[in-house]
């Protein structure tokens, strides 16, 4: 079983709609998760970060965060074309000591005009 | 603000040959340093990471070593590179071992 993983895609939006990218993990005790963007041939940009339960907002994008589904998403309201990328979601466990942060493969995403 | 500089941006080297990727901070101190690779189709794959000068912690063994020569560089070496070490190479740093902000990377091709 893979410890973080993610639907490859390609998931493809008309321009406007809302994206929603979806995460799952099998760490259990998992404290911090990541949704980080990487454009093609480009390093990754972390773009939200979210530690509790619920919900978090910055701008057009929403994480969601549900510990005891050991679930994460990532809404992205309004899609435009420039938000076509691969979006990697990263969760770092929480057993104490260094805990690395693990990467999903990616969900390619791509916003039709 | 803090910058991540990596170099070189792309290289080609035959395979047994040397290799030197070099990270380097600015803008912050004891930053927490880390080496990824990504490889083709694949997730980020941690390398090493160094929480300060002279410490570095490997997570897979390969043919790859890391230094960390001064508290803001972090430096990537292979003695003899083989073909599986193709791949987009990334240093990333970490002002508190939670969010991590990557350098724009080294695309590695061995032939």
């Known amino acids: 079983q893979k410890e973080v993983e993610q639907n490859s895609g390609p998931l493809s939006v008309p321009e406007g709609a809302i994206a929603s990218l979806n995460c799952t993990y099998s760490d259990r005790v998992s404290q911090s998760f990541f949704w980080y963007r990487q454009y093609s041939g480009k390093s990754p940009e972390l773009i939200m970060s979210?530690?509790?339960?619920g919900d978090k907002e910055d701008g057009r994008f929403t994480a969601q965060l549900n510990k005891a589904s050991q679930y994460v998403s990532l809404l992205i309201r309004d899609s435009q074309p420039s938000d076509s990328a691969t979006y990697l979601c990263?969760?770092?466990?929480?057993?104490?000591?260094?805990?690395?942060?693990?990467f999903g493969t990616g969900t390619k995403l791509q916003v039709i005009p | 603000s803090q910058t991540i500089h990596q170099w070189p941006a792309t290289l080609v080297q035959p395979v047994g040959s040397p290799l030197s990727l070099e990270c380097t901070v600015e803008g912050t101190s004891n930053p927490n340093l880390y080496w990824y690779r990504q490889a083709a189709g694949r997730g980020l794959q941690l390398l090493f990471y160094s929480v300060g000068i002279g410490q570095i912690s490997s997570e897979v063994p390969q043919n790859l070593s890391a230094s960390r020569p001064q508290d803001r560089q972090f430096i990537l070496s292979s003695k003899k590179l083989l073909l599986i070490d193709s791949g987009f190479y990334l240093c990333?740093?970490?002002?508190?071992?939670?969010?991590?902000?990557f350098g724009p990377g080294t695309r590695l091709t061995v032939l």
């Open positions: 990333a740093w970490s002002p508190t071992l939670n969010e991590q902000f």
């Open positions: 990263a969760v770092k466990g929480g057993s104490g000591g260094y805990q690395k942060v693990t």
């Open positions: 979210i530690y509790s339960n």
